[in-house]
Antibody
């Protein structure tokens, strides 16, 4: 069974950085891209970026280009999101998701999701 | 960048059919994917590539896509279908995933 398990909730001060992890199991980690998506309270879904764990190549949303880093540890089958220079606008639940489309030569979609973890930015 | 729009809310009585739309310029030329998100839960993929259902998703969920509108149809709606539904496409020009704003389905 495919599982994506994320780290716990975080509370950060403005200007700080946050590191979120996504531990995967049940499939070959290097075969599937991992995406990061966030959702502010009461709002919709916002795509943040992806990583190809096999190559380490990443691609980020233009809006967050300078503040976001996505990485992966193939030995641990885990992906990570780091977001720097936090503001209250970054308060959201952050999700990782497995890309089930690209491996089939199709367009990307997220067939399995982590449970999400809430990052709160507050002074 | 490519944008998709969704009606904010849809209401339907149990047993009836719910129709949720996702609009975008020539969206019929793109593959559209749909997610269900119940309160407090992570999104769940219910339809991918316009009309394909993942394993475990009931046949009551179906999708179509043509012209400027993609549609998620839920037949014989149940109380458990009450959730937010999001469409998603891939903006190939900038290699970004794009989500619609979501539609809240209320079962009366």
């Amino acid at each position: 069974q495919v599982h994506l398990v994320q780290s716990g909730p975080e509370v950060k001060h403005p200007g700080a950085s946050v590191w979120v992890s996504c531990q995967t199991s049940g499939y070959t980690f290097t075969d599937y891209y991992i995406h990061w998506v966030r959702q502010a309270p009461g709002q919709g879904l916002e795509w943040l970026g992806w990583i190809n764990p096999k190559t380490g190549r990443t691609h980020h949303a233009l809006k967050l280009q300078d503040r976001v880093t996505i990485s992966a540890d193939t030995s641990l089958s885990a992906a990570y999101l780091e977001l720097t220079s936090l503001t209250s606008d970054d308060t959201a639940t952050y999700y990782c998701g497995r890309d089930g489309g690209r491996i089939l030569g199709m367009t990307p979609y997220l067939d399995f999701w982590g449970q999400g973890n809430l990052v709160t930015v507050s002074s | 960048s490519y944008e998709v729009t969704q009606t904010p809310s849809v209401s339907v009585a149990p047993g009836q059919t719910a129709t949720i739309t996702c609009g975008g310029h020539n969206i019929g030329g793109k593959s559209v994917h749909w997610y269900q998100q119940r309160p407090g839960q992570a999104p769940l993929l219910v339809v991918h590539d316009d009309s394909d259902r993942p394993s475990g998703i009931p046949e009551r969920f179906s999708g179509s896509n043509s012209g400027n509108t993609a549609t998620l149809t839920i037949s014989r709606v149940e109380a458990g279908d009450e959730a937010d539904y999001y469409c998603q496409v891939w903006d190939t020009d900038i290699d970004h995933l794009v989500f619609g704003g979501g539609t809240k389905l209320t079962v009366l």
